[in-house]
Nanobody, 118 residues
Framework: QVQLVESGGGWVHPGGSLSLSCTASGSRFVIYDMGWYRQSPGKQRESVANVRVNGTTTYADSVKGRFTVSRDNDKKTVVLQMTSLKPEDTDLYHC????????????WGQGTQVTVSS
């Protein structure tokens, strides 16, 4: 498994943008497909965006066209660029390593809060 730390969350107005970053430690990062999901306590988890080892990406319908996920295997990072943010995007965002595509995670970080409000 890998250890993951997310950063980059914050507060933004509707229509604004944020970029979340996930930094991994451990040499096994390059063998894992990675993903971002969002979940707050008491809420159902929603898988947001995944990126395969080869860079292939998939997105939830709710974020398609607004979010972009990418990875840098040399730097062991996964970035989620979020644009045209909506209040319903408010949540705690986690990155995770996928043990089974598309939404079974083996490791995940503590998360970073994204708040979209006016």
């Amino acid at each position: 498994q890998v250890q993951l730390v997310e950063s980059g969350g914050g507060w933004v107005h509707p229509g604004g943008s944020l970029s979340l970053s996930c930094t991994a430690s451990g040499s096994r990062f390059v063998i894992y497909d990675m993903g971002w999901y969002r979940q707050s306590p008491g809420k159902q988890r929603e898988s947001v965006a995944n990126v395969r080892v080869n860079g292939t990406t998939t997105y939830a319908d709710s974020v398609k066209g607004r979010f972009t996920v990418s990875r840098d295997n040399d730097k062991k990072t996964v970035v989620l660029q979020m644009t045209s943010l909506k209040p319903e995007d408010t949540d705690l965002y986690h990155c995770g390593s996928l043990v089974n595509w598309p939404d079974e995670f083996g490791s995940w970080g503590q998360g970073t809060q994204v708040t979209v409000s006016s």
